[in-house]
C-alpha cells in the first residue's frame, strides 16, 4: 500500500533518479493508469504462478489447464 502512496504522490520520494520517477512518467503518459492493492490472500494464485514459472527453465510454459497447486488455490480463495 505504501508504493501505491508513492505513486499517487500521497508519500513523497525525492530521489529523481528512481524507479518511482520513471514510473511516475509513464503513469502520465496518454493512457489510464489506475492502481490497486490487492492483498497477500487473494494474490497468493498469482504468486505460485510467478513461482512455477521461476522454478521451470523452459523460457516459455503454456497451460491447456491451470496447475493443480493453482486450481486448489482458486477454489480455495475468496475472489469477491
Not at 5 to 24: D, G, M
Not at 57 to 74: A, E, N, R, W
Amino acid at each position: 500500500m505504501d508504493a501505491i502512496s508513492v505513486l499517487q504522490n500521497k508519500l513523497h520520494n525525492n530521489n529523481p533518479t528512481s524507479l518511482i520517477s520513471y514510473v511516475r512518467d509513464l503513469c502520465q503518459q496518454e493512457w489510464c493508469v489506475s492502481f490497486a492493492y490487492i492483498g497477500r490472500r487473494k494474490n497468493m494464485v498469482v504468486g505460485r504462478l510467478a513461482k512455477l514459472a521461476s522454478d521451470s527453465t523452459l523460457d516459455i510454459i503454456l497451460y491447456d489447464v491451470p496447475p493443480t497447486v493453482v486450481l486448489l488455490l482458486l477454489h480455495s480463495v475468496d475472489v469477491d
